[in-house]
Nanobody, 125 residues
Framework: VQLQASGGGLVQAGGSLRLSCAASGFTLDYYGIGWFRQAPGKEREGVSCTNSRSGSTYYADSVKGRFTISRDNAKNTVYLQVNSLKSEDTAVYYC???????????????????WGQGTLVTVSS
């Protein structure tokens, strides 16, 4: 079971990136897939989550309207399109999966069973 996050990089404020989370060794069909981020000196926070089967999506208030989560079940991959980036979006971004659905507790990191290694997003002002 492995999650591989990629797509991070250095971008100017206002720019965009597309982060990818590729799963191997299992199918994402029966999971909620979440994105979290952790900035230096701060706690890990939930950013977004999607239910692989229904396509339902959830967003933290801080990213609504700027970030979009999507999935490609054929590629067993979930994406996070991050637009209108701000300096406060600088963080290591992680993907993770939790059983069945995102649910009302999708922001709770301890509810997730498997985690990717993280990809660094740095936004320069």
């Amino acid at each position: 079971v492995q999650l591989q996050a990629s797509g991070g990089g250095l971008v100017q404020a206002g720019g965009s990136l597309r982060l990818s989370c590729a799963a191997s060794g299992f199918t994402l069909d029966y999971y909620g897939i979440g994105w979290f981020r952790q900035a230096p000196g701060k706690e890990r926070e939930g950013v977004s989550c999607t239910n692989s089967r229904s396509g339902s999506t959830y967003y933290a208030d801080s990213v609504k309207g700027r970030f979009t989560i999507s999935r490609d079940n054929a590629k067993n991959t979930v994406y996070l399109q991050v637009n209108s980036l701000k300096s406060e979006d600088t963080a290591v971004y992680y993907c993770a999966v939790k059983p069945v659905t995102c649910g009302s507790n999708w922001l709770l990191s301890y509810r997730y069973d498997y985690w990717g290694q993280g990809t660094l997003v740095t936004v320069s002002s």
